[in-house]
């Protein structure tokens, strides 16, 4: 069992940053993953990244304005959002599936967050 609680979500003004993080009670064997859900749209994945480092994934849609990051002592992973467009509103979720690194980010994610809003306004 994995538990996930995502903070820093909030609004914000077209143009601006946001961070994200993503607190797990454990860290290792661990594919994160950053979802978001829009209203109106379909499930997003955003970014992902594997506890035991290697590449990093990111959808087209926030490639070069999104950066996925983690800290392993700390057990979290971060998303960096800058360049924030009125498009990137959504409820954003942490997600993680205890897997290989081979297996990540294409894996089955099997542990979410409660998930946290971010708004960006034009």
């Known amino acids: 069992q994995v538990q996930l609680v995502e903070s820093g979500g909030g609004s914000v003004q077209a143009g601006g940053s946001l961070r994200l993080s993503c607190a797990a009670s454990?860290?290792?064997?661990?594919?994160v993953g950053w979802f978001r859900q829009g209203p109106g749209k379909e499930r997003e994945r955003v970014a992902a990244?594997?506890?035991?480092?290697?590449?990093?994934y990111y959808a087209d849609s926030v490639k070069g304005r999104f950066t996925i990051s983690q800290d392993n002592a700390r057990h979290t992973s971060y998303l960096e959002m800058n360049s924030l467009k009125p498009e990137d509103t959504a409820m954003y979720y942490c997600?993680?599936?205890?897997?290989?690194?081979?297996?990540?980010?294409?894996?089955?994610?099997?542990?979410w967050g409660q998930g946290t809003q971010v708004t960006v306004s034009s």
């Open positions: 454990r860290y290792i064997n661990l594919c």
């Open positions: 997600a993680a599936d205890l897997t290989t690194p081979w297996s990540c980010p294409g894996t089955s994610f099997n542990y």
């Open positions: 990244i594997y506890s035991g480092g290697g590449s990093t």
